[in-house]
């Protein structure tokens, strides 16, 4: 296919087209050029959306009336975030939905989980302590819009369509009385609140972690470009916001590093758990391209990437970035950093190797440990080491994923359980993995449509046809299903049994390739394993070999003794009896 039928074909197919990704503790979003939303991986408290608690393994589309009610396709959605256990949508007419988990009002209800979308109604009938929703509306000129969704630990934000900041969920409110100084109360509320704090000022980008929030907010009222101030509040124990203290803050501080006087410009933010990551360009043109990375809060597994696992409480710049390269998206995970630059280099630094692996699923021997400083992360792949035209990477809280390929293609690393990866497995992967994209089905769907088409040319069959078709595709697609199950029962067996021997779970790379001929030398390819292997994967397989061997012949010893213990049972009966 010549290049220019392939731009035409991809512009024309939005559907496979991912243009935004977001990531909770481990579910991943992704939404299409088309306006839906596909997810995939951990499904309690129904944060998929799909009407269960069923973990998927590959992506699945989000239904939000059902699939045979005609407002599904009428509408669209362009903008998605995923907070640890719930998810939320915006759609083109400011219309926010949410689902998944709701104990601390999140989805906009009371206390409840929620495993289909419902839509928010929580933006209507608010009031501030100085003046009535009515007057805001007055002012404003039009009924409310929201134009920007985001979500953290416990918490939702909104930001409307003339700049004004709303929260709900676990989010920092004013202290009561009997609180000390730098002490932070967290009231869950299902009714969005309006910030007020940035009343006249536009409020154009907001991140938020566990228990604190990030803003870019403009100098003055509109933003003009080069005029972001960076504003910070809530839990503050290990610098995460920026200020130079520890102090907890209820109120938005302005984060020095980034006032009106500083050289930089922030354009970009992230927080993790407990800490915060800031990509920032210079504020004026230079011969060389400067696009850097700041981080602060937390660090004890190297999630600031500054060498140490020591906490800052003020931004600092990441060192052993590339240089003279745009960084075009970063993110944050419980204890990982990732960011992607223009050129197609990920580089991440964290909680086991950058990975953001939990104790419970870790590297072994040698190759253990966090990454203090930013490692790369290979394509491993026909693009090695690049990934080609990325878009966006997103951090769940052991799980990173990337949209490239102008996004029409998905890469997936770290926990892999409950099918985070959204590969069809449920293993972990030290490596970048594709995730199922686009689906499967619509390939069927396409290669169908074509087969009916062309046999209702020749045969001038009758609309049963569709429908015969359909059944089939039904039948493909839940065999299809099936396989995929047991392929990833057998994959998961043989990475177990591949960690018990070696002490690290089965990589892609080591898995024997095996030719055209159904004929497998298994002594051949033991023998070329063996010769491949250092001394520590055979000082590993001699030790799985010797408890083996040990624990056949103590299974052995055992049956004897059993076997012994039986018959001097039974010879006293015998006597007896004659």
């Known amino acids: 296919m010549e290049q220019s039928d392939e731009i035409s074909v991809r512009s024309s197919n939005l559907s496979r087209k991912i243009i935004a990704i977001s990531a909770g503790e481990a579910h991943t979003l992704a939404l299409t050029g088309d306006g839906k939303v596909y997810t995939w991986g951990r499904g309690t408290f129904g944060r998929l959306g799909t009407g269960s608690e069923e973990d998927r393994s590959m992506p699945v589309q989000v239904r939000f009336f059902g699939s045979d009610d005609e407002r599904e396709e009428k509408l669209k959605i362009v903008e998605i975030a995923a907070g640890a256990y719930h998810s939320l949508a915006l759609a083109d007419d400011g219309s926010v939905w949410g689902w998944g988990y709701g104990s601390y009002g999140q989805i906009g209800a009371t206390g409840e989980n929620y495993m289909v979308p419902r839509l928010l109604d929580g933006f209507f009938g608010l009031g501030s302590p100085s003046s009535s929703l009515q007057d805001y509306e007055t002012k404003r000129g039009k009924p409310l819009k929201i134009s920007s969704v985001k979500a953290g630990g416990m918490m939702s934000l909104a930001i409307d369509d003339i700049g004004s900041l709303w929260m709900w969920g676990n989010c920092p409110h004013p202290p009561k009385t009997g609180l000390s100084e730098g002490e932070l109360e967290l009231e869950s509320s299902p009714a969005p609140v309006p910030v007020w704090d940035f009343h006249g000022h536009t409020v154009v980008k907001v991140a938020c972690g566990d228990e604190h929030v990030v803003a870019l907010v403009s100098a003055g009222e509109a933003y003009e470009g080069g005029d972001l101030l960076c504003y910070s509040w809530g839990v503050n124990s290990h610098g995460q916001l920026g200020l130079g203290d520890t102090e907890s803050r209820w109120q938005p501080a302005m984060v020095e590093t980034f006032n009106l006087e500083s050289p930089w410009e922030v354009y970009d933010i992230a927080c993790g758990k407990s800490h915060t990551a800031l990509l920032a360009q210079r504020k004026r043109p230079s011969d060389t391209l400067e696009s850097v990375c700041w981080t602060f809060g937390l660090g004890d597994n190297g999630q600031l990437g500054h060498g140490t696992a020591q906490d800052l409480t003020s931004p600092e710049i990441v060192k052993g970035l590339p240089e003279s390269v745009f960084l075009v998206s970063v993110d944050c995970g419980l204890f990982h950093t990732s960011v992607v630059s223009s050129v197609g280099e990920v580089w991440s630094w964290g909680m086991e190797k950058g990975f953001g692996l939990c104790p419970d699923a870790r590297y072994f021997g040698t190759e253990a440990g966090d990454a203090l400083s930013p490692l790369l992360v290979p394509c491993n792949g026909l693009y090695d ?122 990589q892609d790379h080591e898995i024997a390739s095996l030719q055209e001929t159904s004929k497998f030398d298994i002594a051949k390819e033991w023998e070329a394993m063996l010769e491949s292997s250092d001394q520590r994967k055979l000082a590993h397989l001699e030790m799985f070999y010797r408890n083996m061997l040990a624990g056949v012949k103590d299974k052995l010893m055992k049956k004897r003794i059993q076997e012994i213990v039986k018959e001097c049972l039974k010879s006293p009966a015998t006597t007896r009896t004659e």
């Not at 089905?441 to 046999?455: C, H, I, L, R, Y």
Request: charged share 20%; aromatic share 8%.
């Open 385 to 506: 080491p690049q990934f080609p035209e990325p878009l966006q990477v997103a951090c769940g809280a052991a799980h990173t994923v990337l949209v490239a390929d102008s996004g029409y293609k998905l890469w997936a690393w770290g926990r892999g359980r409950s099918g985070v990866l959204g590969n069809g497995k449920n293993v972990d992967c030290y490596v970048p993995t594709l995730a199922l994209w686009p689906l499967l089905s619509e390939d069927f769907k396409e290669g169908e449509a074509s087969n009916v088409e062309q046999t209702e040319r020749v045969e001038n069959k009758t609309p049963e046809g569709s429908a015969q078709a359909d059944k089939r595709l039904s039948e493909a697609m839940a065999e299809m299903q099936l396989l995929q199950s047991k392929l990833s029962l057998v994959e998961r067996y043989a990475s177990m049994l591949h960690g018990s021997i070696f002490g690290r779970p089965l």
